[in-house]
């Protein structure tokens, strides 16, 4: 509920997207089996967040963990969708959907087609420590829906460039996690006055954050106040969760009877589907 209810107060709009849970379309754990047995399991071993993830929990390795890449691949291929919104940080697992596509076309037919990556000027934002991403297990995050006092008790003792010990040396934003994510909510016209100044040491760090913390709350403020609204209606939530399942429900249905036919499977009969 809370993530439906943040993504939408972030701007998702129901009447031009389907917002729905990957669970409630069965389809996708369907498409990911039959996906994986075209995925080699050197591919898998390769993917950086697998080997990074059972190096932090080496209790928790499992085959579902091992196999998220082909259930991002069959979440993304089970809608077709063409183009897809990620990060630096995903190129690998769209990278691997990819190679699933053509491995999957070789064998069975012409039944997908690649999907692109679709990645904002801000591709990649780390964490506060500016070392690692923005994560919610490493507690290394700020919340879109957080306040305005929680914000900047982050901002505050973020990483900045780290060869900039006084305000009069001179800084590179180019290796400032803070200048990157001024690109996310400062206008153009004010990043490159940030940009001469923080070359010039004629702005410190510490005005930048607050620079950047002003415009995020010009961003975050209309949002907190959309989740509020949101929340006090929980039934409309579910609603346009339920409506997005069904929608997506139907796609799912088409495409898997031409990847059932492909494969070889016997095609589901139509007064058996929900």
Known sequence: MNAAVANIAAGLDPSRCKLFVQSHVNEVT???WILGCVTPMGDLERMTQFKSKSEQHQTAGNLGLFAYPVLMAADILLYKAEVVPVGED????LELAREVVRKFNAQFGEVFKEPQPLMTKTARVMGIDGKTKMSKSMNNTIGLLETPEQVWSKLKVAVTDENRKRRTDVGNPEICNIFTIHQGFTPSQEIDQIDRECRAAGIGCVDCKKILAR????TLAPMRERATSLSKEPDRVIQILDEGARACQKIADAVMDEVRAA???RTRPSQNRP
């Open 215 to 218: 415009h995020m709350e010009e």
């Open 30 to 32: 369907e498409l990911t």
């Open 263 to 265: 494969v070889g499977l």
């Open 90 to 93: 995903q190129i690998q697992h």
